[in-house]
């Protein structure tokens, strides 16, 4: 198997090198509205923008930020193939203008304007972002009324292009082979993901200012949504690519990808987490099935019995559908001119690896 990866320094708003009804899943977390550190870089967009912050017009300043994101959100439903899925990581802004402290609901703007421009709103998925802080909590502290809960969760909003379901061959062979495992259907299509804490560092491990202006997202938030709503080949895009978190995810999971973004910078972090992808990748593949082990063996010793088993691994399996799981480990990285070519092979057990093969032991 082979991907292609592809990554354009330019503004999303024109995604004129890709074709309409090409894309078969959107996975992003643009900068998020009214938060300060993404004020400049909006004003710069639009002189609107600065001007309404100046005036202390968060309403205004609001607006003006979700109509240029608008133009992004306007080319990607073009792009993505009709029963294809969009997620968009976003959270709300609180924020004091004026002297008034206030939240600014990017969730629903956001919601409003693809449920407007002929896409299905699907159930999303909450994950939490705690602070340890001590002074997290904004307001009068014990003091009634003015004291204000505090925001430490984010939206990952999920829509589908189109009132049906994306048309797949009957018998797909990449679909069977895309499988994941029963349980983590159960932990995935959760509507709270409470085990995601903060960024990974297992694909994200530069700590520098880069870095931090790039506001990435959790590399385990795209590789679960690549993995329950994509085939293996299929082309994912990420119209706010940042530090390519959404393209390694895509690398590690077999799909192609395609990234657009402003700062040409953040590929200097891209091309170092690259070095590693493929020993992150096989790290990733041993995981998942080792923990796929130890819950087999736990619901066998709870007197479960299993009536399934994987055709390429013959380890037991709770359902049919799991029957074909396969995954992929990279082989071979091949750059040329931002675009990077990806060749794979089908993941094995080794079995010099003691703590998989003692978990086969059931």
Not at 31 to 36: G, K, L, T, V
Not at 179 to 208: C, H, T
Request: glycine residues 4%; aromatic residues 12%; positive net charge.
């Amino acid at each position: 198997m082979k991907t292609i990866h592809r990554i354009f320094f330019k503004n999303s708003s024109d995604m004129s090198e890709v074709e309409s009804e090409s894309v078969d899943l959107l996975i992003t977390s643009p900068p998020y509205p009214m938060i300060e550190m993404w004020d400049s870089m909006f004003s710069s967009i639009n002189e609107d923008i600065r001007i309404a912050f100046q005036n202390q017009d968060g309403k205004l300043a609001f607006s003006l930020i979700h109509k240029e994101l608008d133009k992004v959100w306007k080319e990607s439903t073009r792009v993505v193939k009709t029963g294809g899925i969009a997620c968009i990581n976003i959270g709300d802004a609180t924020r004091t203008i004026n002297k008034n402290f206030q939240l600014f609901t990017n969730h629903v703007r956001i919601s409003d304007f693809f449920q407007q421009n002929g896409f299905i709103v699907l159930p999303c998925i909450l994950w939490r972002k705690p602070t340890n802080s001590p002074n997290k909590f904004m307001g009068s502290g014990m003091l009634p009324p003015n004291a204000y809960v505090t925001l430490e969760h984010e939206y990952i909003l999920i829509f589908r292009k189109g009132e049906e379901k994306k048309k797949i061959p009957p018998k797909s062979e990449n679909r069977y082979n895309s499988a994941y495992f029963w349980e983590e259907r159960n932990k995935w299509f959760s509507d709270v993901w409470a085990d995601i804490k903060g960024i990974s560092q297992s694909l994200n491990n530069n700590n520098n200012k880069l870095r931090e202006r790039s506001a990435a997202f959790p590399s385990d938030l795209p590789y679960r949504l690549v993995n329950m709503f994509s085939n293996y080949g299929d082309t994912i895009l990420d119209p706010f690519w940042g530090t390519g978190t959404t393209t390694l995810a895509s690398m590690v999971c077999a799909r192609n990808s395609i990234g657009y973004e402003l700062n040409a910078e953040f590929m200097e972090i891209f091309k170092k987490n690259v070095k590693d992808i493929k020993k992150v990748s096989n790290s990733i593949n041993e995981e998942r099935i080792k923990n796929h082990l130890g819950f087999i063996k736990k619901y066998t010793t709870e007197g479960s019995e299993t009536k399934y088993t994987a055709n390429n691994y013959g380890f037991p399996v709770i359902t049919q559908q799991e029957k074909n799981i396969l995954f992929y480990s990279i082989n071979n990285i091949r750059e040329i001119d931002k675009i990077f070519e990806l060749e794979y092979d089908i993941f094995k057990i080794e079995q010099k690896n003691k703590l998989v093969q003692s978990r086969l032991i059931l």
